[in-house]
């Protein structure tokens, strides 16, 4: 590759339309729709508009988890955003999220529809609404919130940092590397050290701390995302492996992660969920597989 000249900013910066790699179809500097378009709708009292990325598989972990707990009223419809083809800069889906991002969620089920963004926001008013998958008491309360915003907070140096630069960047640029390598690895270790004397990010309870933070780091640690098994080591990670084996078998886990997923086998895949039956001869991705 030609030796890049050192970038000078200028003044005032303005979009460069060949500079956005992998997402140059939809990068954009500014917010709101771009075109008309409805959302549809299903009969469920929830309707998800997702994609089978991390941030999307962490709703449908815990709506798969709830329909295990035997709460009906976690039945839902999985709708697909496209987010390659712009899906999420549809006008439907900018009014349940203005932040054009999967994944978004609508509930029909009061006298008024509640939108709800942010999928941490998601996770926490599915366990409030189901009275599930959060400790009650306040202490282990407080350490399952303080590591779900943990979470909000560390998965995009991991996503946006380390693996853009790493994996999806069009120019491999050993400062960006470096840097978020090096965060990535730290953020393995401060969950192994926490880890190593918990059964769970809260503690000894399953939470919705773990259904947010497994997507990320147990696939990371399974070396599923970004190739990135053998460059961050993560087998190093005893606790942290033993702890995404463990999610990682959860049928519930197996279920959500084949929702709105578009690679793989086709039996690891289902576009759209819209009832049980949808799952007849899909099996999921198996850890072990
Ligand atoms: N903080 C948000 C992040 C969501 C997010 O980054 N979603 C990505 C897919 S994983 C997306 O929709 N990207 C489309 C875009 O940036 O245009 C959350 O946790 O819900």
């Known amino acids: 590759m030609e030796e890049q000249p050192p970038y000078e900013p200028p003044e005032v910066w303005v979009a460069d339309e060949e500079n956005g790699g992998k997402f140059a179809k939809t990068n954009r500097p500014v917010a709101g729709p771009t075109h ?105 309360k407080t350490e399952c919130m303080s590591w779900l915003f943990w979470l909000t907070g560390s998965a995009p140096y991991l996503g946006g940092g380390f693996g853009h630069f790493y994996h999806y960047a069009p120019v491999k640029i050993k400062y960006a590397v470096d840097r978020f390598a090096m965060e990535t690895k730290r953020q393995l270790d401060v969950l192994d050290r926490h880890l190593a ?31 990135a098994a053998a460059f961050l080591d993560v087998q190093s990670y005893h606790h942290v492996q033993r702890w995404t084996l463990d999610i990682g078998s959860r049928e519930a ?27 007849l001869g899909k099996t999921g991705v198996r850890i072990n597989s």
């Open 36 to 140: 008309e378009e409805d959302l549809p709708t299903g009969d469920h009292p929830l309707q998800l508009y997702s994609l089978g990325t991390p941030n999307g598989v962490k709703v449908t972990i815990m709506l798969e988890e709830l329909l295990g707990l035997g709460h009906a009223g976690a039945e839902y419809d999985a709708h697909i955003i496209r987010i390659g083809d712009g899906d999420q800069f549809g006008s439907g889906f900018v009014g349940v999220n203005p932040n054009s991002k999967i994944p978004a969620m609508i509930d029909r089920s009061g006298a008024e529809p509640v939108r709800i963004f942010e999928s941490g926001s998601i996770l926490l008013y599915l366990a409030e609404k189901f009275g599930a998958f959060i400790p009650t008491d306040v202490k282990a």
């Open 197 to 227: 004397d918990h059964a769970y990010l809260a503690g000894d309870e399953y939470s919705i701390a773990d259904i947010a933070t497994w997507p990320w780091y147990g696939v990371l640690a399974l070396g599923r995302i970004y190739d």
């Open 253 to 279: 886990v197996i279920r959500g992660r084949m929702i709105n997923r578009t690679s793989g086998e086709p039996e690891e895949q289902m576009e759209e969920r819209h009832g049980s039956g949808d799952y």
